[in-house]
């Protein structure tokens, strides 16, 4: 069974499969308004499930920014739904990746991923040349996601800060 959630316009967001296709629709009327002023847009929605042996909850979601004149598109999906590489099926995992943002600054890099129900000191970080793996894990809430850095950076001018759920990593330039 499949259970939607209300949203504040009154609109379920989830509702299985008829969630998803509304969330659909929606997205193709907005991206053409997107791509003529170079905005943002992101949406998500969850679901739940029952039967045979397992109950679980599926977050799924996707953020689609848009450059002025619609030249450059980046689609960002984000939760615990992805496909598994052996079969190609959908799998409903139990780390989710969370939705992330990377800013280059003049003596910074700033990372910005959305984590609800996490605190700084739940946050690992590990740095391979410049690929930065982000994981937290509070209660049954547990995140990780891979983020290619803009360079090289060292762990000692790596800084790591959270309010609300919204984790902040700076990344000192040399």
């Not at 959908?90 to 605190?119: C, K, Q, T, W, Y």
């Not at 793996?133 to 990780?144: D, F, H, I, P, V």
Request: charged residues 35%; negative net charge; aromatic residues 6%.
């Amino acid at each position: 069974m499949t259970k939607g959630k209300r949203t504040k316009k009154g609109e379920e967001a989830g509702g299985g499969i008829e969630g998803i296709f509304r969330g659909l629709s929606d997205l193709v009327e907005r991206l053409s308004d997107l791509a003529e002023k170079g905005e943002q847009l992101s949406k998500s929605g969850e679901f739940q499930w029952e039967g045979g042996k397992k109950e679980g909850k599926g977050i799924f979601g996707f953020s689609v920014k848009v450059g002025l004149g619609g030249e450059e598109v980046e689609v960002r999906p984000f939760g615990n739904i992805g496909k598994d590489k052996a079969t190609g099926k959908s799998v409903v995992r139990e780390i989710r990746e969370p939705l992330v943002d990377v800013f280059e600054e003049e003596d910074h890099v700033l990372i910005v991923a959305e984590m609800p129900g996490i605190e700084a000191e739940d946050v690992q970080l590990d740095l391979v040349d410049d690929v930065l793996t982000l994981s937290a894990q509070r209660g049954n809430k547990k995140y990780r996601k891979e983020i290619l850095l803009p360079g090289t950076f060292r762990k000692d001018q790596i800084s790591v800060s959270c309010k609300h759920g919204i984790v902040e990593i700076k990344c000192g330039k040399h």
